[in-house]
Nanobody, 121 residues
Framework: QVQLVESGGGLVQAGGSLRLSCAASGSISFINAMGWYRQAPGKQRDLVARITGNGSTNYADNVKGRFIVSRDNAKNTLYLQMNSLKPDDTAVYYC???????????????WGQGTQVTVSS
């Protein structure tokens, strides 16, 4: 099992910045890709940014140039630096991690409980 705990959410004015953190614990060996997703009320959960074990990243088009995803493997922590925030960025942000079982070769995806980000206009 992998436990993921997000932190860093809050209320910020448009144009401001926030940094989210996601601390991983438990069976963290063989975690490969980690990512951030978000879900606004009444909408589906969408990818925000993702980073693989070797550092390759990809972003949703609507956050490119504003958000930066990074990970500190020594601290088992994933980050999301969010700049130039807009009211449309308001959502619950979730961290996830893909862990590959070395024996079965199956990948399991784990999710955190989410952290609320609210951007006021």
């Amino acid at each position: 099992q992998v436990q993921l705990v997000e932190s860093g959410g809050g209320l910020v004015q448009a144009g401001g910045s926030l940094r989210l953190s996601c601390a991983a614990s438990g069976s963290i060996s063989f975690i490969n890709a980690m990512g951030w997703y978000r879900q606004a009320p009444g909408k589906q959960r969408d990818l925000v940014a993702r980073i693989t074990g070797n550092g390759s990243t990809n972003y949703a088009d609507n956050v490119k140039g504003r958000f930066i995803v990074s990970r500190d493997n020594a601290k088992n922590t994933l980050y999301l630096q969010m700049n130039s925030l807009k009211p449309d960025d308001t959502a619950v942000y979730y961290c996830n991690a893909d862990r590959r079982n070395p024996f079965t070769v199956r990948t399991t995806t784990y999710w955190g409980q989410g952290t609320q980000v609210t951007v006021s206009s």
